[in-house]
T-cell receptor, first 112, second 113 residues
């Protein structure tokens, strides 16, 4: 099982850049890395996905080194509304990308 | 296009009662999932399905049963509810390919007294 490990929590201030790293040592060769954001009382929602190197969209960037054993979600200039729990997700090496098990996630608190 | 819809959104049960949570998706997704989330905790996979008529166990399947008789619906059943099953239940669906993102419902809050 491709388990992920993230910091339990992080604190930041408005306007700062936040980098959340996820470790996934046993990621399968064909698996993608996906990050989700969850606000209280809501289901997680997709932020960004990547396979290798760097991916950027309108809300975040995702950095993946060549060995793909980790990934870093980068949130530029965070605001109070970015306070949420962030999960990185990879597939199960045995069932491919069918069985999707979430890790503990990182609770990000953004203060004024 | 409603996405993923969960029914009911709230329910209170007494210990030993049974109930079924319904998840419906209108995106023609092959894969569907049931997760539970306890207060302040992460999501734990209960059961999942990779197609109509197929189901598989997740991390915490005990005490739950599921059925996927139609592609668009994934039912989660509790035969004899226990207080330990008090939680928020989330359903999700996705396309088959590796890049398919999960689409979540709004959640169903279940309390077992």
């Amino acid at each position: 099982l491709a388990k992920t490990t993230q910091p339990i929590s992080m604190d930041s201030y408005e306007g700062q850049e936040v980098n959340i790293t996820c470790s996934h040592n046993n990621i399968a060769t064909n698996d993608y890395i996906t990050w989700y954001q969850q606000f209280p009382s809501q289901g997680p929602r997709f932020i960004i996905q990547g396979y290798k190197t760097k991916v950027t969209n309108e809300v975040a960037s995702l950095f993946i080194p060549a060995d793909r054993k980790s990934s870093t979600l980068s949130l530029p200039r965070v605001s109070l509304s970015d306070t949420a729990v962030y999960y990185c997700l990879v597939g199960d090496g045995n069932t491919g990308f069918q069985k999707l098990v979430f890790g503990t996630g990182t609770r990000l608190l953004v203060s004024p | 296009n409603a996405g993923v819809t969960q029914t009911p959104k709230f329910r209170v049960l007494k210990t030993g009662q049974s109930m079924t949570l319904l998840c419906a998706q209108d995106m023609n997704h092959e894969y569907m999932y049931w997760y539970r989330q306890d207060p302040g905790m992460g999501l734990r996979l209960i059961h999942y399905s990779v197609g109509e008529g197929t189901t598989a166990k997740g991390e915490v399947p005990d005490g739950y049963n599921v059925s996927r008789l139609k592609k668009q619906n994934f039912l989660l059943g509790l035969e004899s509810a226990a207080p330990s099953q008090t939680s928020v239940y989330f359903c999700a669906s996705r396309l088959v390919q590796e890049t398919g993102e999960l689409f979540f419902g709004e959640g169903s809050r279940l309390t077992v007294l």
